[in-house]
């Protein structure tokens, strides 16, 4: 049995099956893509809910293994020179599982740079510009009387929109094959829903990606993954 005792995370969340890899998170657009991903490459792993409350993700034990306090974070048993690996962020964290599994990063060096750049094009840009936009539309900054980030945030966002409409033009997946860049992009996607944000930024007219999104929901694993760890 793995001993995962270095790692004081492991206090508050205490692994049943310490020899499987360790999944800490919560359901939100960042945290699908490593259950989403884990659940795609069929790699064994237990899930916990981290909240995000600060008594969760700014506790002593969660912050011991990413100081940044955010989900998700990952504690692989198995890790890759034979000793236990943790890992915050969530790409590092996709690019990471692709390359353990062999799975869903491209099969030649060419596919493999390609789909990386599309996995920063989310990270550096579509999930923070979204994010921000969310502020913005649903929450407090809805409810400034100074439109001016908001309709920033909007345009911005419309702007990314239109890069992946025509990315997706006569292809199902973003670098044409399904793989860990459609696994960050898409959650993202959705939740402009919960944004309460299409409409502003004309989704339906976008219908690569209205389409883009319909198959990658379809996914089983995307199915199963969306909810986990299950909200409370």
Known sequence: MADLSAFPITQKWTPQNPDVLQLFSFPTPNGVKASIALEEMQIPYEAHLVTL??????????????????????????????????????????IYLAEKSGKLIGESASDKAHTIQWLMFQMGG??????????????????????RPQQRYVDEAKRLLAVLEKQLD???????????????????????????????????????????????????????????????
């Open 126 to 147: 579509l999930g923070p510009m979204l994010g921000q936009m969310g502020f913005f539309v649903k929450f407090a900054g809805s409810q400034w009387d100074d439109k």
């Open 53 to 94: 409350s600060d008594a969760d993700v700014k506790s002593p034990e969660f912050l011991s293994l990413n100081p940044n306090n955010k989900i998700p974070a990952i504690i692989d048993p198995n890790g890759p020179d034979g000793t236990p690996i943790g890992l915050f962020e969530s790409g590092a964290i996709l």
């Open 170 to 232: 006569g292809q199902d997946w973003v670098t044409g094959q399904y793989s860990i860049a459609d696994i960050a992009i898409a959650p993202w996607l959705n939740a402009l829903n919960f944004y309460e944000a299409r409409d502003m930024v004309g989704w339906d007219d976008h219908k690569n990606l209205v389409a883009y999104l319909d198959r990658f929901m379809a996914r089983p694993a995307v199915e199963k993954g969306k909810n986990i760890p299950p909200r409370p």
